[in-house]
């Protein structure tokens, strides 16, 4: 005989694996989201603070009278996708960014020259920007300082 089924009587074991399976793989793909996203912080995190060590080492070297007078003394070339820099072989050497990054520059140039000079310079900005995960960091400088700072921002 055939006992009829109730609503009340629960449910099987085959539909609570079917939803455990279904949850498993919604909060799997949440969490690639988020690993995806923090990948690239991770990459846009290394970015910057390669970008300022550059622009640092450039500082101090002019600083402490470590001028190059070859090719126009300390510089960085700013070039939106890339940046060119003075290696320890006083040539200059490209740097390019990532496809989701680009660097942006307020001062009059795209070429931020350090020279010998004494006392603060006009203050500076340089914007590592991330159109991926929409980050900015901003290397807020003078030329003739040794302080840099950075600002980082969502957008």
């Known amino acids: 005989m055939k006992v009829p089924r109730h609503p009340e009587d629960g449910s099987l074991l085959v539909e609570v694996l079917l939803y455990m399976t279904i949850c498993s793989l919604i909060l799997g793909m949440v969490l690639l989201l988020n690993n995806g996203e923090q990948r690239e912080y991770y990459q846009f995190d290394r970015e910057g603070r390669i970008l300022f060590a550059h622009i640092k080492r450039m500082q101090m070297a002019t600083l402490y009278g470590n001028l190059q007078r070859v090719g126009g003394g300390n510089r960085i070339v700013l070039d939106g996708t890339r940046y060119g820099y003075i290696n320890g072989a006083s040539t200059m050497v490209y740097r390019e960014l990532p496809s989701s990054m680009h660097i942006e520059f307020t ?9 010998g000079h004494k006392g603060v310079g006009k203050v500076f900005t340089v914007t590592l920007v991330d159109t991926v995960i929409r980050y900015k960091r901003t290397f807020i400088f003078a030329r003739q300082s040794g302080r840099i700072r950075w600002e980082e921002s969502k957008f």
Not at 107 to 115: E, I, M
């Open 107 to 115: 001062g009059p140039s795209q070429v931020l020259r350090f020279a």
